[in-house]
Each structure stands twice: as C-alpha cells, then as structure tokens.
C-alpha cells in the first residue's frame, strides 16, 4: 500500500506542476500532508523520468521546463483461489512458506 500512495502523491505533484500551482515547497508539502524533504525526493523521481522541473521564486511555484505528461494507472484485480494456483503454477504460500499442490 505504501507504492500505491506515493504513486498518488507523484500524480497529485504532477498535476500541481503541470498548472503552475504547487505553492512554496512548504505549502507544497502542507497540501500533499508530507514532508518538504519527501516533496524534494518526489520531484527527483520526477527528474527520472526526465521531467525538467524547475521552481519559480517570483511565481512560487514549481513548472515543467520542458513538455511532460505522467499518466499512472492502477488496477487492482481479485483473483480465486483457483485462479492464483493457476498463476504460481501449481503452487501457493501460506504464511510465508511454500506448499506444493499435488
């Protein structure tokens, strides 16, 4: 569950910073609920993905210098216990360990 929040806080910083309204870092973080310092490790994950980010004193806001889209998808399917036999091929885990279906 923690890969799929921070995958929310990234679409949300996105979005900020695709309209120019992010704020000042530390309003930034107010809005996400997060700290300054994980506001700056998500713009560096933004970086990754070659986004050019900068941050605007004037404006206070943080804007793409380059043309940037992040589009992140999640589904979340639920499978039968059949079903997920069928995927590890015979076998399932069981509290930690591994039992082989016969």
């Given at each position: 569950m923690?890969?799929?929040?921070?995958?929310?806080?990234?679409?949300?910083?996105?979005?900020?910073?695709?309209?120019?309204?992010?704020?000042?870092?530390?309003?930034?973080?107010?809005?996400?609920?997060i700290?300054?310092?994980?506001?700056?490790?998500?713009?560096?994950?933004?970086?990754?993905?070659?986004?050019?980010?900068?941050?605007?004193?004037?404006r206070k806001?943080?804007?793409?210098?380059?043309d940037?889209?992040?589009?992140?998808?999640?589904?979340?399917?639920?499978?039968?216990?059949?079903?997920?036999?069928?995927?590890?091929?015979?076998?399932?885990?069981?509290?930690?360990?591994?039992?082989?279906?016969?």
């Open positions: 923690k890969n799929l929040k921070i995958l929310e806080r990234l679409q949300k910083l996105h979005n900020l910073i695709a309209i120019e309204q992010t704020g000042t870092p530390k309003e930034l973080a107010n809005h996400l609920q700290s300054q310092r994980s506001v700056h490790l998500l713009i560096e994950q933004l970086k990754d993905y070659d986004a050019v980010v900068n941050y605007s004193r004037s806001t943080y804007y793409y210098r380059n940037f889209d992040l589009q992140i998808s999640i589904s979340v399917n639920v499978l039968t216990d059949n079903e997920v036999t069928q995927i590890f091929g015979g076998s399932y885990f069981f509290k930690g360990s591994l039992f082989v279906a016969s």
